[in-house]
């Protein structure tokens, strides 16, 4: 990539401190259950709403970290 095109890119993005506001707003909130962009609750999408695919992850999670697996339920 060209050198101005890289410094184009970087000037556009958000200062460190700005990236990590949301993370540190929830890292220090208690079970916020809820789905932030740039600072701003936005609806989750379909596939975070999907039960089965829910599951599915836990299973693969659990097979990758050789944790116990079988124990995912799929609650609707």
Known sequence: M???ERSA?????????????TALFL????GTGRYLE???????SPQAMDP???AW???RCS????????MA???R
């Open 38 to 44: 740039d600072g701003a609750e936005v609806p989750p």
């Open 63 to 70: 097979e990758l970290t050789g944790l116990p697996t079988g």
């Open 9 to 21: 890119r970087i000037a556009e993005e958000d200062s460190p401190a700005e990236a990590a506001a």
């Open 27 to 30: 890292a220090a909130s208690t």
């Open 57 to 59: 992850l836990w299973e």
């Open 2 to 4: 060209p050198q101005a």
């Open 52 to 54: 089965r695919l829910a």
């Open 73 to 75: 339920t799929i609650r």
